[in-house]
């Protein structure tokens, strides 16, 4: 029997059959839903189901049982029992970007560490008419049919776009664009895409990065400084060494110049000088923040981290209303056919 799933109050809704997960009867339906590895894992088309009922195929990585108990599941993974509304939260004060398929060049690229590399794209009119909500990620779309994921470090005025593209050994699509692609090539992409902005008004706000997950956070915190967002912000980026925080002196100089911006970095191996925290990212943000029942938290960064923070995070009262992450490394390896 097919239900019907509905977008919070937003009007849209689309019709679900039970053979079908509720992501994939979405998209089949024309709409825009998050997600990232579509199996269960990085968390990024984690929802809360305001009423109805949902089963979810085993296994299922990515929740909590806190989450779960408060009535979130995965998109990816779970299967209308009847009709169902998503607790579907629209961007306080403006529309969310549609996604559209979008051309654009290759137009420089610079290594900001030994392994991270900055990317610009532009948008071949120098196009304005790109809307995103900071934070968000695109797919670039590959000629095989893979796609790849990539958070956005900010979106220009002038239609550029900037990434941070880790290049490893294994990772074919960083050596790829490090290496193989010409000067001035034309990529495509699809977005914006997901759920990872700022959504509370006011809450104070702790986001914490690991390694290149700093680049969606980049890019909400420069929106705020735009906007002169006066909430408390307190940025943590872990990573193994000093050299890994690629952009350190951006973060510190936000730091110094606006009170309401604080900045934690960590490191695991640090050099003997280091002026930071030690250790891992999970216990630096524990050790300053013992009860977070008033603030919200961003985490972005490879899963093992975005678990670790958020089971810190829920363990001191974090509702999970207020928590939000963009587990990437699921999310950018998973898709088939990625070079
Ligand atoms: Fe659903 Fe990754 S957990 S898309």
């Known amino acids: ?10 009007g849209q809704h689309f019709a679900a059959r039970p053979d079908q ?11 825009s839903l998050p997600y990232g590895c579509a199996s269960g894992t990085c968390g990024a088309c984690r929802c809360r189901i305001r009423s109805g009922r949902a089963v979810e195929d085993p296994p299922n990585r990515a929740l909590s049982e806190t989450e779960r108990a408060a009535g979130y599941a995965l998109l990816c993974q779970a299967h209308a029992a009847s009709d169902i509304v998503l607790d579907w939260q629209a961007p306080a004060g403006t529309p969310a970007p549609r996604p559209a ?4 060049r290759l137009q420089e690229r610079r290594w900001l560490s030994g392994d991270v590399l900055g990317v610009t794209l532009k948008l071949p009119r120098g196009d304005a008419a790109f809307a995103y909500l900071p934070g968000q990620y695109v797919d670039f779309l590959l000629d095989d049919g893979g796609r790849r994921s990539f958070s956005l470090a900010g ?4 239609g550029t776009i900037e990434l941070h593209v880790k290049v490893t050994p294994q990772g074919r699509f960083g050596r790829y664009i490090a290496e193989q692609l010409p000067d001035r090539a034309m990529l495509r992409f699809e977005g914006p895409l997901g759920a990872f902005y700022l959504h509370e008004a006011q809450r104070p706000t702790i986001l914490v990065a690991g390694g290149t997950g700093f680049a969606p956070i980049k890019a909400i915190i420069e929106d705020a400084i735009h906007r002169e967002d006066q909430r408390p912000m307190h940025v943590f980026w872990g990573a193994r060494k000093r050299e890994d925080l690629y952009l350190d002196a951006l973060v510190r100089d936000w730091a110094d110049r606006y009170a309401n911006i604080d900045y934690t970095p960590v490191c695991e191996s640090p050099p003997k000088e280091w002026n930071g925290a030690r250790g891992r990212v999970d216990d630096a943000v524990a050790a300053q923040y013992s009860d977070l029942r008033d603030h919200a938290l961003y985490v972005s960064g490879p899963p093992a981290m975005v678990a670790a923070v958020k089971a810190r995070g829920l363990g001191a009262g974090l509702h999970p209303d207020h928590l939000h992450y963009d587990s990437f490394d699921d999310a950018h390896v998973t898709w088939p056919g990625t070079p």
């Open 155 to 158: 979106v220009a005025s002038d």
């Open 21 to 31: 997960t509720l992501l994939d009867a979405g998209l089949c339906a024309g709409v």
């Open 101 to 104: 398929i979008w051309p654009c």
């Open 1 to 10: 029997m097919t239900h019907h799933v509905y977008l919070g109050d937003s």
